[in-house]
Nanobody
Framework: QVQLVESGGASVQAGGSLRLSCVAS????????MGWFRRAPGKEREFVAV????GGTYEPDSRFAVSRDNAKNTVYLQMNSLKPEDTAVYYC???????????????WGQGTQVTVSS
């Protein structure tokens, strides 16, 4: 089981930037795809980004960029030009395949709150 701990959430004004971090406990971190998801109040969980073990990425929203440092067991989510609708709890997750399907991820962090004010 991989333990994941997110950090970096904060309250920012619209147009600002944040970088979230997620540190994994497992030595096998470099073998896992790492996804970022979010859940806004009253809404379903939403896929944000994913990165493969080798660094290939998929981010539907060009304001967001995912990266990883396998030497540090850490994955990052850089978020730019933030909007109030980006307000949510952001979660990282580890899984065996690169996919936006949350059901394919086997470990999840506890989440970090991002609040964007207008």
């Amino acid at each position: 089981q991989v333990q994941l701990v997110e950090s970096g959430g904060a309250s920012v004004q619209a147009g600002g930037s944040l970088r979230l971090s997620c540190v994994a406990s497992a030595r096998a971190f470099s073998n896992y795809a790492m996804g970022w998801f979010r859940r806004a109040p009253g809404k379903e969980r939403e896929f944000v980004a994913v990165i493969s073990p080798s660094g290939g990425t998929y981010e539907p929203d060009s304001r967001f960029a995912v990266s990883r440092d396998n030497a540090k067991n850490t994955v990052y989510l850089q978020m730019n030009s933030l909007k109030p609708e980006d307000t949510a709890v952001y979660y990282c997750a580890a899984g065996p395949v690169v996919t936006p399907d949350a059901s394919q991820y086997f470990s999840w962090g506890q989440g970090t709150q991002v609040t964007v004010s207008s």
